[in-house]
């Protein structure tokens, strides 16, 4: 039985929040390009930029998940949780993340990826 190595556990996470990330980083585009801001352009190229550096990490981490037979299924969802089944070989580990959790993540990778592009 294969257990799921320590070092791929970030790279399971990746493919939950990143998906995440890309959904409000469009959703947020959008908003910018309808919305009444008097200059749009600074705020669409930072998403746009934003959304390159998600884009480019979400690959890696396909890359990484598929040579390792690796992949991420969203499994039951309530009100508070949402499951995961992160699957490695014949192994399946099944995880349930706070809803809370998931979109407060969500928001600290955001902030991660505004600021390296700011830097």
Do not use: C, Q, W
Not at 36 to 42: A, C, T
Not at 74 to 96: L, P, S
């Amino acid at each position: 039985m294969l257990l799921i190595p320590a070092e791929a556990l970030p790279h399971f996470e990746n493919m939950i929040y990143l998906p995440m990330l890309l959904i409000i980083l469009e959703k947020d585009r959008d908003s910018f390009e309808k919305g009444p801001f008097k200059l749009k352009g600074p705020y669409v190229k930072l998403v746009d930029e934003a959304t390159r550096a998600a884009r480019a990490e979400l690959r890696e981490t396909t890359i990484y998940l598929r040579r390792h037979n690796m992949k991420v299924i969203r499994n039951k969802t309530d009100a508070t949780f949402t499951e995961y089944v992160f699957v490695h070989g014949d192994y399946k580990d099944h995880r349930r993340y706070l809803n809370v959790r998931l979109r407060n993540r969500t928001e600290e990778l955001l902030n991660i990826y505004f600021a390296v592009i700011e830097s």
